[in-house]
């Protein structure tokens, strides 16, 4: 069975503070991995997605990387508006559709 | 374009009643799905579809049908609303294979919050 662990559950940082999410993942092969962002009240917001161990991704402070166990998205210096819930999601291999999410972690970032 | 479009945003039903949420994307993407989020679990797939007259369930499909006729669109129907499906439902569609895109990155609409009383 696929599964996805996040942690932390919470991150509360100041601004400018960069810190690391983490998901470790079991999946049978792995198709892509994903992030999302989450606002409250929103629906799920697509970041990135990674294919192999090695790949990184960038998009501003954010910048995600992965190797054959984990995924890491890194935020620099972040800003408030960064605070959201941090999602990561599998697709295995075989499959062209099916995603597993972990439960995410929320992140706030204090000015 | 519009995206992934959700109707209703808030819903109250009560024990027994049925409905239908709707869902809809003007992206010409292949694959949908339903998802449900609840507090501590995450998100869970309820179904799916890869194409207009194709879906499957996904790891939560009691209480839930859902069909396909056309590409844009893509309901769910609660028969006989249950408490236990207080949840907010997400709808989501992917390229998948469509137009030899080969993307599987989901776009995800922006819910429905329903309560069950």
């Known amino acids: 069975e696929d599964q996805v662990t996040q942690s932390p559950e919470a991150l509360r940082l100041q601004e400018g503070e960069s810190s690391s999410l983490n998901c470790s993942y079991t999946v049978s092969g792995l198709r892509g991995l994903f992030w999302y962002r989450q606002d409250p009240g929103k629906g799920p917001e697509f970041l990135f997605t990674l294919y192999s161990a090695g790949e990184e991704k960038e998009k501003e402070r954010l910048k995600a990387t992965l190797t054959k166990k984990e995924s890491f998205l890194h935020i620099t210096a972040p800003k408030p508006e960064d605070s959201a819930t941090y999602l990561c999601?599998?697709?295995?291999?075989?499959?062209?559709?099916?995603?597993?999410f972990g439960k995410g972690t929320l992140l706030t970032v204090n000015p | 374009n519009a995206g992934v479009t959700q109707t209703p945003k808030f819903q109250v039903l009560k024990t027994g009643q049925s409905m239908t949420l709707q869902c809809a994307q003007d992206m010409n993407h292949e694959y949908m799905s339903w998802y449900r989020q609840d507090p501590g679990m995450g998100l869970r797939l309820i179904h799916y579809?890869?194409?207009?007259?194709?879906?499957d369930q996904g790891e939560v499909p009691n209480g839930y049908n859902v069909s396909r006729s056309t590409t844009e669109d893509f309901p769910l129907r609660l028969l006989s609303a249950a408490p236990s499906q207080t949840s907010v439902y997400f709808c989501?569609?992917?390229?998948?294979?469509?137009?030899?895109?080969?993307?599987?990155?989901?776009?995800f609409g922006p819910g429905t919050r329903l309560t069950v009383t």
């Open positions: 579809s890869v194409g207009a007259g194709i879906t």
């Open positions: 989501a569609s992917s390229w998948g294979l469509a137009g030899g895109r080969r993307s599987y990155e989901q776009y």
């Open positions: 999601a599998v697709q295995p291999g075989g499959s062209n559709y099916k995603l597993t």
